[in-house]
């Protein structure tokens, strides 16, 4: 969740030489291999690619994508995966506080993105270097809920009070205590920390929703004239939103925003059956910017104009899923293009012919959940993992 921009966003994906990118075109199928993918989320599970090295802090985003992966493939109980393993790597990544007042001391004691962004224990066993953040903190807990950790041995406490930390004036959040940028990438990540801790306390949702909260751009103009401050604007005048107020519409942005409403309880699931006039967002408008994201080629582009991408079956297809617009998109047409990208090694890349990454692989397995394939676990698509694994159910 962390890029910003669109090719931020993808910057997650491992970059690959050309020559090797052209030998993976001719890989595409007309059918979901499923066997082929469990056997290349194993291949990244026991050995990462060297090209992933410079992704080394992300390290517990790219085990959530090979882990969790593997739990939407419906093969995590069936893989040489040792769960008791996985759950003590991820809790040693936990932050922890020294003793109590450190919790209101301004820091976040959430979890480390990997080992090697935490220093060495000083003589009390007490990590020095704090660099836990929200991002990291979401994808420790998606695996955890992957595994069947107890969520009752978690310290939640010291990750939901020192959250509040991070809550800046006007609803947005840090990714972490000693600053970055602030957007609705982090908005998202702390509704979905409190959601799976069973537990609001780490943030205050009213005014997360102001940030959110959105207006046409004619109301925009009338805001500006009526004095009312920027920072409650974020959805776009073509209905879609962008990560800042004022900022172009994107895929991944409105996700976040929708996501987020949904697990704060101010958007009903399937609205767009319901009463869309009583709603906080401009629905027709953002079903409409939504529909017109599906392009020529079946595939869904993050903002206007842009080629089709892998993961944008799933952040755009995960909100029309949300607002129940699911079927009013040509799934023939995106299954086919989603195909085109699969690759003959398994995994997905972020465009036919191109190489698998982790990352787009992820998206891809979440984006055959949305479409039904048989095999494959069902999407909570509010929190991007399997129904199981997030509800239970
Ligand atoms: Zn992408």
Known sequence: MEPATENEWDRLSSSSSDGEEQAASDGSSSQFNRQQHVAFLMMMYESLPHHYQYQEINRITLAH????????????????????????????????????????????????????????????????????????????LAILKAVGYNFANIDSKSILTSMRNLQQHDGSFMPIHFGAEKDLRFVYCAAAICFLLEDWSGMDRERAKAYILNCQFVQHILCIYADIPLMLLLQSYDGGFGLTPGSESHGGGTYCAVA??????????????KNMSSSIIDLPLLLSWCLQRQAADGGFQGRANKPSDTCYAFWIGSVLRMLGGYNLIDKEALRGFLLTCQSQYGGFGKCPGDLPDLYHSFYGYTAFSLLEEPGLNPLCAELGMTEFSALGI
């Open 260 to 273: 987020s409403l949904r697990l704060m309880g101010f958007i009903e699931d399937n609205v767009l059956s």
């Open 65 to 140: 994508f090979a882990i969790s992966g593997l739990c939407l493939l419906g093969a995590l109980d069936r893989v040489r995966v040792d769960k008791d393993a996985v759950s003590d790597w991820v809790l040693s990544l936990k932050a922890h506080p020294s003793n109590k007042a450190d919790l209101t001391n301004g820091e976040f004691y959430g979890f480390h993105g990997s080992p090697s962004s935490q220093l060495h224990p000083d003589d009390n066993g007490v990590l020095m270097h704090n660099g836990s953040n929200l991002a990291s903190t979401y994808c420790a």
